[in-house]
């Protein structure tokens, strides 16, 4: 039997540890594959297979009744996968509870905001500070993208306009640190100044440490703002690449999306 220094075993184990984190700091954060979803009598997803790299902001794109709204609310438990997997940060969550997954480091912005609209703005986001007071610097941070919150801070979340709603949503989302942030049609309803102030803070968020999973039917708000995009059609995904590429090809998008040369001027 040979024997092995204690250096070179130390060294071994020190490569090892290191070859396993670059992997992990390359593997995506979220990884679907052949997803069903049931709803009573409906067969919604059928057979989903998308991936989100780490980092960046990815963009889940379709044609309403797609599937979009059903792979998020799969993704976080609110409906189970009837076949095939969800893991997150390399873990199975495929039959976890909704609580459980939240805790795991995801957030989740559904299309209805879900805000509690008797509630202040500020009592609003105390309720999601998970672990005690809130992170005055992470608050400050949050309202150098929306400062309509700082102005309304005291203001019952109810009186505020629908774009004054979502800021809500997002930051109630965030004011603790989320590895993953799913967002149902941001902009769904809003007027278009308000669409360019979401368009900003977004674009604040992709920089930041959270990975965003961005779910539109609105192409122009995401075509800047996308790093991979993924097209559903009737349950499945039908496209995945780099928004740069779908957004310079105007053949696909009307394949895919059905948007005219038109739509874009």
Do not use: C
């Amino acid at each position: 039997m040979t024997d092995v220094s204690p250096e070179v075993s130390t060294e071994h184990a020190f490569m090892r540890a290191a070859s396993a984190n670059h992997a992990a700091d390359h593997a995506p954060i979220l990884a679907l594959a052949g997803v069903h979803t049931h709803i009573g009598q409906y067969h919604i997803l059928q057979g989903v297979d998308l991936v989100v790299p780490r980092g960046g902001l990815s963009v889940l794109l379709g044609r309403n009744g797609a599937g979009k709204t059903t792979a998020l609310r799969t993704i976080m438990g609110l409906w189970h996968a009837s076949q095939g997997s969800v893991r997150f940060d390399g873990r199975d969550i495929t039959a976890s509870a909704t609580p459980d997954i939240a805790q795991a480091g995801i957030a989740y912005v559904p299309e209805s905001m879900a805000i509690f609209s008797a509630l202040t703005v500020k009592e609003n986001l105390l309720l999601a500070a998970r672990n005690g007071p809130m992170d005055t610097s992470r608050l400050e941070w949050i309202f150098g993208f929306f400062p309509a919150l700082k102005k309304f801070w005291n203001y019952p979340a109810g009186n505020l306009s629908g774009g004054q709603k979502q800021m809500v949503a997002i930051a109630r989302a965030i004011i603790e640190p989320r590895q993953l942030l799913l967002v149902d049609e941001p902009t769904k309803g809003l007027a278009p100044a308000i669409v360019q102030s979401l368009m900003a803070a977004f674009s604040e968020l992709k920089a930041s440490d959270t990975t965003i999973l961005l779910v539109e039917q609105n192409f122009s708000f995401v075509r800047e703002l996308g790093d991979t995009v993924a097209v559903m059609d009737d349950g499945r995904i039908v496209h995945t690449g780099t928004m740069q590429e779908l957004a310079e090809d105007q053949q696909l998008q009307q394949r895919l999306l059905g948007l005219s040369l038109a739509s874009h001027q």
